[in-house]
Nanobody
Framework: QVQLVESGGGLVQAGGSLRLSCAAS????????MGWFRQAPGKEREFVAS????????RYAEFGKGRFTISRDNAEYTMYLQMNNLKPEDTAVYYC????????????WGQGTQVTVSS
């Protein structure tokens, strides 16, 4: 089992920045790929970014390229999402998730953290 706890959400004005954190505990090791997803009111959950722990390979949704950066702290098993130039349409609950690398589907999810961007 892997436990994930997000933090760092909040209210920010358009053009501002936030950094989300996801602390992993439990059976953490380099076999996992970790990702960020978000869900806005009335919309389906969507992929934001992912990071393969063993290789450091990252992937981004198109809307996040150039604005969002995913990174990690190996020693603390913590993942970050730096979000710059935020837009009102980035308003959503952001979730951290983990899956075994090579396996489709994320098995572990955090409780989510609210990000609200005002215009």
């Amino acid at each position: 089992q892997v436990q994930l706890v997000e933090s760092g959400g909040g209210l920010v004005q358009a053009g501002g920045s936030l950094r989300l954190s996801c602390a992993a505990s439990g059976r953490t090791n380099s076999r996992y790929t970790m990702g960020w997803f978000r869900q806005a009111p009335g919309k389906e959950r969507e992929f934001v970014a992912s990071l393969t722990w063993s290789s450091g390979t990252t992937r981004y949704a198109e809307f996040g390229k150039g604005r969002f950066t995913i990174s990690r702290d190996n020693a603390e098993y913590t993942m970050y999402l730096q979000m710059n130039n935020l837009k009102p349409e980035d308003t959503a609950v952001y979730y951290c998730a983990a899956r075994v690398t090579g396996i489709t589907g994320y098995d572990y999810w955090g409780q989510g953290t609210q990000v609200t961007v005002s215009s």
